[in-house]
């Protein structure tokens, strides 16, 4: 099989399901590993005698490691071989779950956790940049792309479900052993069925450690600082110091890759119209569909009163869109073409955003509407955003680009949760998360979500229409097997 990877492109998914079924097991650790164990935490808390920080960081410390470094690891997979640094860490992921049996403290599981962050680091751009590479059509690539955010985003929507059944028959310990037999598909689908890494797809310059280093600290600086905003709040230095040093650590990191010989991350690339356009798309989905989201919690439970378990169910058309929709992708790609369908999807996130923010406060019809259109415009943006991307980048530049893509959602993800989180620091006077508020507290909650909304929702269409503007610079001979890479200055 592997020979005729090496000869020839596959034709369908079917002649390619073997290295499917192991890509999609990659993206299914993503998706599933948090959802399934955030349902665990309070188990986790008792058993380990954890403090509410500790437990906290059981989750923080694998997002912040993984989000910061995604775009290290994914230069370094473009230098020696996605397929190779993606099964090391797909080792890394089996060794570090099978490592939960004896983990006794808060500490050590979150040790855990940041070796399960390495491993989601080195192996989630790859799932995407070996998608692309292992098809030289671009609805095959659409379709494969497609499938494998389904399988992810189906174990998203279970995880909390299925780890509440198999924390009712077993030890917590479980939720994270779950992710060896993944690791196991994982490793025996793409060692079958993805030819190994050609020397020709290659580049070797030396590994720019000054930019890995600076782009890891601005990266994991940008994740942290919106959790000190919603916890420690707007009025306190310390999550402005910690958003002015990713301030800083960014501007650095420009200055070092513009003058780097061997930079990690060449400016020029993200200049070229199809990867622009696609991060901005990419970026304007991250942000609202993180700031909807945690409005709508908040306002739910909060405001409205609901319980948990039936503000769980208000969530319902999103999760619905989200599995349903990728039905929709092939058709749409094919009627309106590939950057159309991008900015497209991105302007229905923005629609979304802008409903709840005028009417999401008159009822809960118009949640749910905003609900769908944002998620509608976020399973389509999702993957047409992140093709055009990889169509724009040198072949030897794919995994880092899926990185990229990554990075922009985790980071704007994080922007919108802290625009909102600050905006209601700012107006809500009281605890927030007391049981009764008073008519005052009400109506500043109200008009903070309203802001909130319409200040995501201006930034979100700023960005789409600046993807627009990139998009329509895009010209038939953008495409990634006729673009060489550029050469080192």
């Known amino acids: 099989m592997t020979t005729a990877l090496k000869q020839t492109s596959p034709r369908s998914l079917r002649e390619a399901w073997v290295a499917l079924a192991g890509l999609s097991a990659v993206f299914l650790f993503e998706m599933l590993d948090t959802s399934i164990l955030t349902v665990a935490l309070p188990t986790i808390g008792r058993e380990l005698h954890a403090s509410t920080t500790a437990l906290q960081w ?18 370094i997979a473009d230098r020696y071989g996605p ?3 993606m099964l090391a860490g797909l080792g890394l992921l089996g060794a570090a779950s099978l490592a939960t049996v004896v983990v006794g403290t808060a500490g050590q599981l979150i040790a855990v956790r940041v070796a399960m962050g390495v491993a989601a680091a080195m192996t989630t751009p790859g799932s995407m940049a070996l998608a692309f590479r292992l098809f030289d059509d671009d609805g095959l690539r659409v379709r494969a792309t497609t499938l494998i955010s389904t399988v992810g985003l189906a174990g998203l929507a279970v995880g909390p479900t299925t780890g509440g059944f198999l924390l009712a028959i077993a030890p917590w310990q479980v939720l994270l052993l779950v992710n060896v037999p993944i690791a196991v598909l994982a490793i025996v689908g793409v060692r079958s069925g993805i030819a190994p890494d050609s020397p020709a797809a290659l580049h070797r310059d030396p590994v720019d450690l000054a930019g890995a280093a600076l782009g890891t600290a601005t990266i994991m600086l940008a994740l942290v600082a919106p959790t000190l905003f919603v916890e420690k ?11 002015a040093a990713a301030a800083a650590g960014a501007a650095l990191f420009v200055v070092r890759e513009r003058t780097a010989r061997h930079p990690l991350l060449d400016l020029r690339l993200i200049a070229h119209p199809l990867v622009s356009s696609g991060l901005a798309f990419k970026a304007a989905a991250g942000l609202a569909t993180a700031g909807l989201g945690y409005l709508v919690t908040l306002q739910l439970q909060l405001d409205w009163g609901w319980t948990p378990g039936l503000a769980a169910l208000g969530m319902l058309p999103q999760v619905v869109v989200l599995l349903a929709g990728g039905a929709v992708i092939g058709p749409l790609v094919e009627r309106v073409g590939l ?3 991008g900015w497209l999807s991105a302007a229905a996130v923005v629609a979304g955003l802008g409903v709840y923010s005028a009417l999401g406060r ?14 509608a415009g976020m399973r389509v943006v999702g993957v047409v955003a992140g093709v055009s991307v990889l169509r724009g980048l040198p072949q030897n530049r794919t995994t880092i680009g899926a990185a990229l893509t990554d990075t922009a959602t985790e980071v704007t993800s994080g922007a919108g949760i802290a625009v909102t989180g600050t905006i209601l620091a700012a107006l809500f006077t009281g605890d927030i998360a007391t049981s009764r508020w008073s008519a005052t507290q009400t109506a500043q909650f109200r008009e903070a979500v309203t802001i909130a909304g319409f200040t995501l929702t201006v930034v979100a269409a700023a960005l789409v229409a600046w993807g627009i503007t990139r998009a329509r610079r895009v010209t038939p001979r953008d495409t990634p097997d006729r673009r060489p890479a550029p050469q080192p200055r």
Do not use: D, N, Q
């Not at 709040?233 to 958003?243: C, I, R």
């Not at 809960?364 to 944002?374: F, N, R, T």
């Open 58 to 75: 059981v989750t923080g410390a694998y997002a912040v490691v993984f989000g910061g470094l995604m775009l290290a690891a994914g230069a």
């Open 83 to 85: 397929r190779r640094i």
């Open 339 to 341: 950057e159309r369908a």
């Open 362 to 375: 008159l009822g809960y019809g118009w949640v749910a509407l905003a609900l769908v259109l944002v998620a």
């Open 233 to 243: 709040g707007a009025g306190s230095w310390v999550p402005w110091a910690a958003t």
